[in-house]
């Protein structure tokens, strides 16, 4: 992986991987080794992980932060209400906790998280979600259409209007998230390298002193 990132020359990589529960770690060591690897050879590029839940596990969390991603990235995917149907092997709140000790851990990394619209869920829900994204420390926000992949999963129950994500991305930026991603072709890894930039800078003004 180190390799392929060095050869494409990237100045941001995202890292990510299918569940691994198979593992005593849930994959967090492949994670933690992959992230010192591309350090190694590509001292120049940010790094974002997009993790699954670790069924809880906080030290399988700790072992990946403790290799210094840049980002953290887990994605709520869906409302509360839906989130066992949507989500049959992970916990809506087990995802907001695992964001809030990540953001609790020693050391810079700026933690994101991503949901779906489409899927059932109201405004109101939705709304929701994402206020709870940010009362978890969450600082950059992806929201984007869920489209049916094949026809075994969870049908399209409604495509959202782009001005329903343009006032998500409104409200959302005025809860006091660092960095918003919010539209109908939007994914995880939408414009990431212009997340990281994006989310620092903001931060970085917050910093400054009143004048």
């Known amino acids: 992986m180190a390799l392929a990132i060095q050869k494409m020359g990237l100045r941001h990589a995202v890292i990510t991987s299918v569940n691994r529960d198979e593992l005593d770690d ?8 992959t992230i010192r690897w591309t350090r190694r050879l590509c001292p120049g590029t940010t790094i974002e992980v997009l993790i699954p839940d670790f ?28 989130s066992r149907q949507v989500r049959p092997q992970a916990l809506y709140a ?8 990540a953001k609790a851990h020693e050391g810079n990394a700026l933690t994101k998280s991503g949901v779906m619209a489409g ?58 998230f660092k960095h918003v991603e919010c539209g109908p072709l939007v994914r995880s890894s939408y414009h990431a390298e212009e997340q990281v930039d994006g989310a620092h800078a903001r931060a970085d003004l917050e910093l400054l002193p009143l004048v």
């Open 94 to 101: 087990r995802s907001l906790a695992l964001l809030a000790r």
């Open 55 to 82: 069924k809880g596990d906080s030290n399988a969390l700790a072992t990946v932060l403790d290799a210094g991603p840049e980002i953290l990235n887990h994605n709520l995917e869906t409302v509360e209400r839906l």
């Open 26 to 33: 849930g994959g967090a060591g492949i994670f933690a080794e």
């Open 119 to 176: 899927l059932g869920e109201t405004f109101e829900e939705l709304l929701a979600a994402i206020e709870d994204l940010r009362a978890h420390d969450v600082d950059i926000l992806t929201v984007g259409q869920y489209l049916q992949p094949t026809p075994e999963h969870l049908p399209i129950a409604r495509y959202w209007r782009p001005e329903e994500f343009a006032e998500l991305k409104e409200r959302a930026l005025r809860m006091g």
